[in-house]
């Protein structure tokens, strides 16, 4: 027998499993099983882009890691390991050596969501990170595996091969962000490991090709392109020059974008000087200007105001607008509405609005100081 009371044959050439080693299997579990849990609720609640509740941290918790946990138990219990416990050799036994069956590793994942996660909730789930670690150090059983008499091992594993499980957690974290679409830039939302900061976009992403570039976005969940290319200017509440060639509206639940092109003659302080002067866009905060990758110019103008042109009526906006020349002759502009208090749909339709302006560059020409 050994100190965990295994018999010797059952456990010859393992050692218990250390708590870094466990913590990194576990993450690679959650990535994938979280992955797919995202994509189950996703596909079975989607109707007009993502549902409203998920994207909330807390609810985002009580939803995907119990559903994560039950999508694993019959893995686990059919081939006796999980994809994390393979790339670090580790195995839960009975102490006879002994495979656990579907209902063990169901109890035990059970176990594992209150005492090992803690409900996902960020501050309990720190506490019990922590203590679970201290636990595991010193050589004695997690809770989930204490009752039971379950024995956690691990195949011994040098360094380079430890360090490679950890580079395949940060590449799955960030692989299957990008494959997924479910998470993108946002700054009130982390990833699977709290690896950069995202927004979802669904797992059906609408393309939207700019029709005089031809380069092509990728609208968010819940975004639409709310009119066809050439539809009547917006009124003053949202003003863009009637002259203006071509005007996209994008409109989801809380926010509106204005994206178009419009011909003026001269350069581009004259050109901020002609939009100041016939705007209606509200109190103005800020002005700024900017450089874009290729050295293109563009002042950003930051407003806010009561509109009744944002869906949610007479809500406080924050009005971004953008305007940057894209060839002698030739300005595009954003126009961004989204609600003053709410960071995290600002900063939904501020990286949409991105997306749009990125197609614009197709047709840079650079213009002459």
Avoid at 62 to 74: H, N, R, T
Avoid at 223 to 249: D, I, M
Avoid at 295 to 317: C, E, F, Q
Wanted: glycine fraction near 10%; include cysteine; charged fraction near 20%.
């Amino acid at each position: 027998m050994d100190n965990t009371g295994a018999p010797a044959s059952a456990t010859e050439g393992l050692k218990n499993a250390g708590p870094w080693s466990r913590y990194f299997a576990r993450q690679i579990d959650f990535l994938v099983f979280g992955f797919i849990a995202w994509s189950a609720l996703l596909t079975v609640f989607q109707g007009d882009g993502r549902p409203a509740f998920m994207g909330d941290r807390a609810i985002d918790a009580l939803l995907i890691v119990p559903l994560a946990l039950f999508i694993e138990v019959p893995v686990y219990a059919a081939f006796g390991w999980t994809p994390g416990k393979w790339v670090f050799g580790i195995t839960v036994r009975h102490t006879d050596g002994g495979r656990l069956d579907f209902g063990q590793v169901l109890r035990r994942n059970l176990m594992l969501w209150p005492f090992g996660f803690g409900f996902g909730l960020p501050i309990v789930n720190l506490y019990f990170l922590i203590r679970n670690y201290l636990v595991a150090k010193d050589g004695r059983r997690c809770r989930w595996d204490d009752v039971p008499k379950y024995v956690v091992r691990q195949k011994p594993i040098g360094r380079l091969h430890f360090s490679s499980g950890i580079v395949l957690a940060v590449l799955l974290s960030f692989g299957l962000s990008v494959l997924s679409g479910i998470y993108g830039p946002d700054a009130g939302g982390a990833g699977f490991l709290g690896i950069g900061d995202h927004l979802p976009a669904g797992p059906n992403p609408v393309i939207w090709v700019n029709p005089l570039t031809n380069s092509s976005t990728t609208l968010f969940a819940g975004w639409k392109n709310a009119e066809e290319p050439g539809a009547a200017a917006p009124t003053a509440s949202a003003p863009v020059s009637a002259a203006a060639e071509s005007v996209y509206r994008f409109r989801n639940a809380e926010s509106l974008i204005l994206f178009g092109r419009e011909p003026f003659s001269g350069d581009l302080r004259a050109y901020i000087d002609h939009l100041e002067a016939g705007n209606s866009f509200g109190m103005l905060e800020d002005k700024k200007v900017e450089l874009d990758q290729r050295g293109t110019t563009a002042y950003v103008l930051s407003y806010h105001k009561i509109s009744d042109d944002n869906p949610a009526a007479r809500k406080l906006v924050r009005i971004d607008v953008k305007v940057w020349q894209i060839s002698p002759g030739t300005y595009w502009r954003t126009v961004v509405y989204s609600p003053l208090d709410n960071e995290r749909e600002r900063a939904l339709a501020r990286a949409l609005a991105e997306g749009l302006e990125r197609t614009s560059l197709a047709a840079f020409t650079p213009v002459a100081p």
